[in-house]
């Protein structure tokens, strides 16, 4: 991933913060990693509102990481609102939960999302979703500069 390109995580789940943040850091990811914790604050993390309007601290991410089962607005509910936002194109949106549902697979892609992986139950696991990102983010970075 690009090293100055944020990453945004969001997710309520502590253990789940915890385990991306040490993926992260043992794939060697240069790229920031914020959070927010649930749909609420990821879109005002997006907008740029409130304790997020300085976008040196909080810069607007080139990848979202986002569980579907959050509090207050969820996973779906952000896709929906990205949808209509003009900065949609400006960052990938990953879907990053523990449904594999057919029909919320088919949701979140129809909503938007570009990717949908399945939390992984293991540290080694997550570091190796987190390598797969690492690479396929390179990958798609080639094609935009091709």
Avoid: C
């Avoid at 969820?74 to 929906?80: K, Q, T």
């Amino acid at each position: 991933m690009s090293v100055n390109g944020t990453v945004l995580l969001v997710e309520d789940n502590a253990n789940d913060v915890e385990l991306t943040h040490l993926a992260f850091a043992k794939a060697r990811l240069a790229n920031p990693l914020q959070v927010a914790r649930d749909g609420e604050e990821a879109i005002a993390y997006l907008s740029g509102e409130g304790r997020f309007a300085d976008r040196t601290t909080y810069p607007f991410p080139i990848l979202l990481l986002v569980d579907l089962n959050l509090p207050r607005i969820n996973g779906f509910e952000i896709l929906e609102w990205m949808g209509q936002q003009p900065f949609r194109n400006d960052a990938l949106i990953a879907i990053l939960t523990t449904s594999d549902s057919g029909p919320d697979v088919r949701r979140a892609y129809g909503l938007g999302a570009d990717s949908y992986l399945i939390k992984p139950p293991t540290p080694e696991a997550m570091l190796a979703l987190v390598q797969r990102l690492k690479a396929y983010w390179f990958i798609v970075n080639e094609r935009q500069v091709a």
